[in-house]
């Protein structure tokens, strides 16, 4: 079982930065991949990013690429979404997401556990 809390979101304007961060609790916090998600009011929940359980490897969702980064630190249990340059149309809820599997996914059903949510707000 793992439980994901996050946190750093809020109202910020267009151009400006936030970084997110997810604490989990376990002791395997290593052994899952760690994705971010998000939420627009009225759209599906989206794929954001990506990180191995390692974190050598990242992946990331094309309308984020070269703005946001994906990080984690394994001894404190903490996942981190570095957000530059942030848009308006990346207002959102924000959510963290563990992954069992042995690489990392873009697909919500790969994800056994989710936080519940941050909310980021980009006024133009």
């Known amino acids: 079982q793992v439980q994901l809390v996050e946190s750093g979101g809020g109202l910020v304007q267009a151009g400006g930065s936030l970084r997110l961060s997810c604490a989990a609790s376990g002791r395997t916090f290593g052994a899952y991949a760690m994705g971010w998600f998000r939420r627009a009011t009225g759209k599906e929940r989206e794929f954001v990013a990506a990180?191995?359980?390692?974190?050598?490897?990242?992946a990331y969702a094309d309308s984020v690429k070269g703005r946001f980064t994906i990080s984690r630190d394994n001894a404190k249990n903490t996942v981190y979404l570095q957000m530059n340059s942030l848009k308006p149309e990346d207002t959102a809820v924000y959510y963290c997401a563990a992954d069992p599997g042995t690489g990392y996914s873009r697909y919500v059903r790969d994800y056994d556990y989710w936080g519940q949510g941050t909310q980021v707000t980009v006024s133009s």
């Open positions: 990180i191995t359980g390692g974190g050598g490897s990242t």
